[in-house]
């Protein structure tokens, strides 16, 4: 019978086998970028290669979601290995895609890479004879929540109702069955050395916003209209004045842009419309900061006499990293890499959607080195393949090991020490209460049904 090291050695030994099929993976999705619940080609890639590994693969999970299981030789936990399939615009990148300007320049393809890494290397190695409980190998879609006027209009057509990947999975159910989750974010900030493991992230609302306002002749009449453009500008403008009354300790990001500015430059604007999100460290402060910023957005239709429709939408939780996931992540980390290339962070003013499953299950979000250039940039790009793509497929499937052996003691352990934030339910209701539409017309604020 094979010890536990005896165990990793030949799974990171099979991984290394098949460096250069992740790579090539890895490599063929960064080619192939696609925007969030449209990851066809990815989804397809993935399914086939669990296919081919032996993993009957269950596909169209909220719309593009690809999930596949191992069973263990005895039962316990289960623990769930995720990777995120899309990428997000940045017309500029040199491989952003022509026609709809998506790139992965924040390094999702390595996260299906090593995904499908993982499951190689301990299918080869047949891991799951030595481990108990199960393994969920899960590709899901749309992390980046950008596409906003696109995803509530699908919502509209009933094809979703939350407009992230993760949160779409829990309230379908797709999560009901999973214990523990994990999975490991590229990353190119020097700060985190080659791996990090940090405590938490931001978590955000999101905005839509509708100025209306009267078109007239931009030239010859321009006393005639109303103009929806100015009103934005000022509540734009107005947002700008609150920031020194956010509290640094809050980490509040608020960042609009405008979708659009009106319909013909001889025509005063009778429309505008401006997308943001609302971020911060607790959803508290969130809370708190999205008061003000409504306030801000109605002043600028009050100033021009103009009306302005404002949706709040359910964005990403914050995030909280499980003690006792991060460090059976980082004693791995540290095996593969070295003490000194493993930094510890702290918060993190970014959001995404793993924050929501952290509510409902233990669930680690560590990162791993291997990109260069900026996250969401033009000069994101994957410079070292072996630790962006191999490396991070060896963590997951070591730490895989370490939680599920021993009849999953470790897991266990975990399970037992934490207790949940929410319930499905209770998370699923605070996610719906949070959804907010109303029509400011300058007298007061209607609500307005969505």
Request: with cysteine.
């Amino acid at each position: 019978m094979r010890t536990k090291e005896e165990l990793k050695r030949e799974i990171v030994a099979a991984i290394e086998r098949r460096a250069e099929e992740i790579v090539r993976l890895g490599e063929q999705i960064r080619r192939n970028p696609e925007l969030g619940f449209r990851e066809m080609k990815t989804a397809r890639l993935v399914m086939e290669t669990f296919a081919g590994l032996g993993l009957p693969p269950k596909t169209g999970l909220a719309l593009t979601g690809v999930r596949a299981e191992a069973r263990g030789a005895a039962d316990g936990p289960t623990l769930a290995l995720l990777g995120e399939l899309d990428g997000l615009v940045v017309k500029d990148h040199p491989l952003a895609d022509p026609a709809t300007g998506a790139a992965h320049a924040c390094g999702h393809n390595a996260q299906i890479a090593g995904l499908l890494g993982a499951a190689m290397g301990l299918l080869d190695a047949k891991a799951m004879e030595s481990l108990a409980g199960r393994l969920v190998f899960f590709a899901v879609p749309a992390e980046e929540y950008g596409d906003v006027e696109w995803r509530v209009d699908q919502a509209r057509q009933g094809k979703l109702e939350f407009l992230g990947g993760k949160p779409e999975l829990l309230r379908l159910g797709h999560f009901d069955d999973v214990d523990l989750a994990m999975m490991i974010h590229t990353t190119a900030r020097s700060e985190d050395l080659k791996a990090a493991v940090g405590t938490s992230n931001n978590g955000c609302l999101v905005k839509t916003i509708r100025y209306l306002g009267r078109a007239a002749h931009a030239g010859g009449a321009p006393h005639r209209g109303i103009n929806a453009l100015y009103a934005a500008t000022i509540g734009l403008g107005a947002i700008n004045a609150i920031r020194e009354t956010f509290r640094d300790e809050d980490t509040i990001r608020v960042h609009p842009i405008i979708t659009h500015g009106g319909s013909q430059v001889n025509v005063i604007p009778a429309e505008v419309r401006i997308e943001t999100y609302v971020r911060g460290k607790t959803m508290e402060a969130i809370r708190d900061a999205n008061v003000k910023v409504d306030r801000a957005l109605r002043a600028g239709a009050l100033a021009l006499g103009a009306k302005v429709e404002i949706e709040t939408l359910p964005g990403y939780l914050p995030l909280y990293n499980n003690e006792g996931l991060g460090k059976v992540f980082r004693e791995n980390a540290v095996s593969l890499l070295g003490e000194e290339h493993v930094a510890s962070g702290g918060h993190r003013t970014g959001s995404t959607d793993m924050g929501d499953v952290t509510h409902v299950m233990p669930a680690l979000h560590p990162y791993m080195g291997g990109a260069t250039g900026g996250h969401h940039a033009a000069d994101f790009a994957i410079a070292d393949p072996v630790l962006a793509y191999v490396m991070p497929a060896k963590a997951l499937a070591l730490t895989a090991v370490d939680l599920l052996w021993d009849g999953g003691a470790r897991a266990r352990d975990i399970l037992r020490s934490s207790k949940p934030r929410m319930t499905k339910e209770e998370y699923l209701a605070f996610q719906r209460g949070l959804q907010r539409s109303e029509l400011f017309d300058g007298a007061g604020v209607e609500p307005k049904t969505p």
